[in-house]
């Protein structure tokens, strides 16, 4: 490993950008399924499969990995999920088959997950020492506005490349194999310990203190990450198969508008109380769900893009009031495994149902797979904001004294 370090305002600036790019080509794959569906005449139920493993190849990942890198350090998992990452690439631009198609994204979800902890942690603890919750805004802005700049990069090469998806796993190819070069410069942020090998031992807990207010939050999770794989992976079907708008960029600009309006919404709102972010935030989500089903069911596609700032600020707002919500409460030990409870939930959210409406599709027509998917994630997030509302405003902690339920903690401790 070479000596040479860079600054550590440089490396932030590095590491958040390869946190994002990360991201980004997590979210390519959105308006390039019209495309692998043309030209390999692929159903779609094979299309939500390749959607799915991802998110089930990441939460595994992050299950037996999420907290190795507090003891070997940043450095060396982040590049190695890096180098993971730039294999996945390589993959996708070889790919001439849906089984290559699953294997990439199966090694792009082993490396994303990776990547999660790690990275994350890495921008916090590089951010200037005057500029803490910058680190933590990167890191709760990042997901949603890498998906969102994903779509709409790969939907425009899509829409006016010759090659389309030679063109964008290229392009990706070059951005990671410069993140991974970068990351051998970037300084160690911590201070590696014992334990490795049990870190490896997949732990979900929630801590008792917080067993009650996970278990609200559940419905509020449960569809936001469903309304995530909506735009990620069935939208491009329902447009087909429904409206027969089959060019890339049309599902590229649903996904960006559904992800950009959850950035915006995690940023204009971290001085809202967390409990009221989850309530407002599944009762958005709720009302892009309907408005879908709409869009579905009276041919008005112009909804759809409605629905997606609706269902999109809802996913943001939820996510954040969530994280916020839970994470003061539990000691920093128990932040790592409170975590994987919090995406065993979601990625099950993300991949499950999505593979499960792609099978039906043969079934019961896009159609009635649409409706029925955008019913059940209102549903679910109706009860989220009943389940929400009928809480009251105070929690009892561990030590038995009543306070209020905390907002800027989370953020101002930077975690």
């Known amino acids: 490993m070479t000596s040479i370090r860079l600054p550590l305002a440089v490396g932030f600036a590095g590491i958040s950008a390869a946190m994002v790019a990360i991201l980004v080509a997590a979210g390519v794959p959105t308006p390039l399924l019209p495309v692998y569906e043309a030209s390999w005449h692929l159903a779609p139920w094979e299309l939500t499969l390749a959607f799915g493993v991802y998110s089930l190849a990441l939460l595994l990942t992050i299950l037996v990995i999420g907290s190795l890198s507090d003891h070997v350090g940043r450095r060396p998992l982040m590049i190695a999920a890096l180098a993971v990452e730039l294999v996945a690439m390589l993959a996708f631009l070889s790919a001439s088959s849906i089984r290559g198609l699953v294997a990439a994204r199966i090694v792009q979800g082993i490396a994303t997950g990776a990547a999660s902890s790690s990275l994350s942690a890495a921008v916090v603890e590089l951010a200037p020492a005057r500029h803490k919750k910058l680190g933590a805004l990167v890191t709760t802005v990042a997901p949603l506005a890498g998906l969102a700049l994903g ?239 009928a809480r009251p405003r105070r929690t009892r902690p561990t030590g038995g004294a009543v306070r209020a339920e905390p907002d800027l903690a989370y953020r101002a401790a930077g975690r």
Request: aromatic share 10%; hydrophobic share 55%; charged share 10%.
């Open 151 to 389: 779509a709409i990069f790969a939907g425009l090469l899509a829409q006016f490349a010759t090659e389309p998806v030679f063109a964008v796993w290229l392009v990706l190819v070059v951005v990671m194999a410069a993140g991974t070069i970068f990351t051998l410069f970037t300084p160690e942020t911590s201070t590696p310990k014992p334990g490795a090998w049990r870190s490896l031992r997949p732990r979900v807990s929630v801590p008792p203190q917080v067993r009650r207010l996970f278990a609200t939050t559940l419905p509020g999770t449960i569809s936001a990450f469903m309304t995530m794989a909506l735009f990620l992976g069935l939208v491009p079907i329902v447009l087909g198969g429904e409206f027969g708008v089959h060019r890339p960029i049309a599902g590229a600009l649903a996904a960006f508008v559904a992800f950009t309006a959850g950035g915006v919404a995690s940023v204009v709102t971290t001085r809202v109380a967390p409990r009221t972010l989850r309530l407002y935030g599944a009762a958005l989500v709720a009302l892009g769900a309907v408005l879908f089903v709409a869009t579905v069911t009276s041919g008005a596609l112009p909804l759809l893009w409605v629905a997606a700032v609706f269902g999109g600020a809802g996913v943001g707002t939820s996510f954040s009031g969530m994280t916020r919500g839970l994470v003061p409460e539990v000691r920093p030990h128990e932040r790592a495994e409170l975590f994987a409870a919090i995406y065993l939930v979601g990625y099950l959210a993300l991949g499950v149902p999505a593979i499960v409406a792609g099978q039906l599709v043969a079934v019961v027509g896009v159609t009635s797979m649409a409706t029925g998917y955008g019913t059940i994630v209102a549903i679910v997030a109706v009860a989220g904001t009943l389940v929400t509302a």
